[in-house]
């Protein structure tokens, strides 16, 4: 079976590439076509593409500038953003749902985080201003859902939680760690002994694991050596997200009576674009930068 992943996504992704689309829209239908076949992904899959999600995060938390986060146009843009889409939505919805409308108009309005930085990184838009900026924003989206999900008691965080911001104290350790590590597999032992133990620890305090290995990622950002350590980790990254795209696919077809609304939540993109757009442009971005940013 692990076989047929494998071959159904290089095909697929070679068949995307070939028609000027990312590859990961390839692997995605190489889960949906493997689920056709009667095919399931597991256990072992499951793990792998949570691997992949967690290593990607570190990853991006290697080039994460903490400052970054604090500025106006990420701050201002997202929140801003969540309150007019979440409210808009709401009030559409509200007929229908009742109070769980307020839940669901604010889970509309939030991105995907693996998809939209590993596009980013792809592009190799990652380390520019708007790449800075959409990272800033994916960030603070995690962090609102992390109060959503504890408001409507799905996941509620430990008071331990709080304990995870004394990580920042072992700073100086973690980089005498990365500078023993040296330059080969080692390097790679104890970047991927960072972001899997990253996110099993915010696991265990109640928060996601992506933002744990974020973290973790953000104590080494600036040391000289985070380059070398993420270019070491990319293979292993990029294999192990192909197993979170064929997951997806593997999820199976949304039913019938679910079309519907899935083709209303394609139509408000353009207006979720238009809402950053605008709030881009209020926050002072040229017109060009804000235009991306929102896409």
Do not use: C, N
Not at 17 to 42: E, K, T
Not at 216 to 222: C, M, R, T, Y
Not at 230 to 247: C, H, I, P, Q, Y
Not at 252 to 262: A, D, R
């Amino acid at each position: 079976m692990e076989a047929l992943w494998v071959l159904g996504a290089y095909v697929l992704g070679l068949g995307a590439s070939a028609l000027g689309l990312p590859p990961l829209v390839g692997y995605l239908a190489a889960g949906f076509g493997l689920g056709v076949l009667g095919l399931q992904g597991g256990d072992l899959l499951h793990e792998l593409a949570h691997a992949g999600v967690l290593l990607l995060l570190f990853s991006v938390g290697l080039k994460l500038r903490l400052a970054s986060l604090f500025r106006p146009e990420v701050l201002g843009v997202g929140s801003l953003h969540l309150l007019l889409a979440g409210g808009l939505t709401t009030l559409l919805l509200w007929p229908w749902l009742g109070s769980a409308a307020w839940y669901v108009g604010l889970g509309l309005g939030f991105s995907s985080t693996v998809l939209a930085i590993k596009l980013l990184e792809e592009k190799r838009e990652l380390s520019i201003y708007h790449g800075r900026v959409v990272v800033g924003i994916l960030v603070l989206q995690d962090l609102v859902a992390v109060a959503l999900l504890a408001a409507a008691g799905v996941k509620t965080p430990t008071p331990w939680a709080l304990l995870l911001l004394a990580l920042l104290l072992l700073r100086p350790l973690a980089m005498r760690a990365l500078e023993r590590s040296g330059h080969d597999e080692l390097l790679l032992l104890f970047g991927v002994g960072l972001a899997l133990g990253g996110g099993s620890l915010a696991e265990a305090v109640g928060l996601s694991g992506e933002l744990g290995a974020l973290l973790l990622g953000a104590l080494l950002a600036g040391h000289a050596q985070t380059t070398e350590l993420s270019r070491t980790l990319w293979g292993l990254k990029e294999a192990f997200l192909v197993a979170f795209f064929l997951e997806i696919g593997l999820g199976g077809f949304p039913p019938l009576e679910l079309l519907g609304v899935g083709l209303l939540i394609l139509l408000s993109l353009p207006l979720q674009l238009a809402i950053f757009f605008a709030l881009f442009v209020l926050f002072g971005l040229r017109a060009r930068t804000a235009f991306v940013s929102s896409v």
